[in-house]
């Protein structure tokens, strides 16, 4: 039975990055199709602000780790996270999570995370979505880490 592979959309050539432009890994398809999985994509960030749209960060906050956008400081967590949620209930047969690399949104493992002053803390962080996957127990990788075994 074939996989089914919740991915990034920008990493599919689709042009939802916050600044229009194409960030395609046609690699991460090609080893997608040969393994003959599903794909299901997604993109919070678009699906809740439109593109192009002001780009955010991980930021450490009093209340916690908050997505804000960079100048404005607009906290786009909410969004994100409910969109998160309807994605996973609407395909509760997902069996594995490929999200961008260093996304706020979908990077797994490789997020990066500031404090309020704009300092780099953390380059290891989840994005919301990918936590999201996580809390849910569905396998996870970034992009860059997607491997023949994880596809097994």
Known sequence: M???????ACLAGRNCRYNGELKANPEVIEKLEKSGCEIVLFC?????????REAMDLVITDEGV???TKFSKEDRSAPIAEYAA??????????????????PSCGVSTALLYDEGGN????????????????RNIEAVDDEDLSDSVLR
């Open 66 to 68: 908050k997505a804000l």
């Open 120 to 135: 780099l803390i953390s380059e290891r962080e989840a994005g919301i979505m990918a936590a999201e996957a996580k809390a």
């Open 44 to 52: 919070p960030e678009e699906s809740c602000f439109g593109t192009p």
């Open 2 to 8: 074939a996989k089914r592979v919740a991915l990034s």
């Open 86 to 103: 309807k994605f996973f209930d609407e395909n509760p047969e997902i069996d594995l999570f490929v999200g961008k690399a260093r996304s």
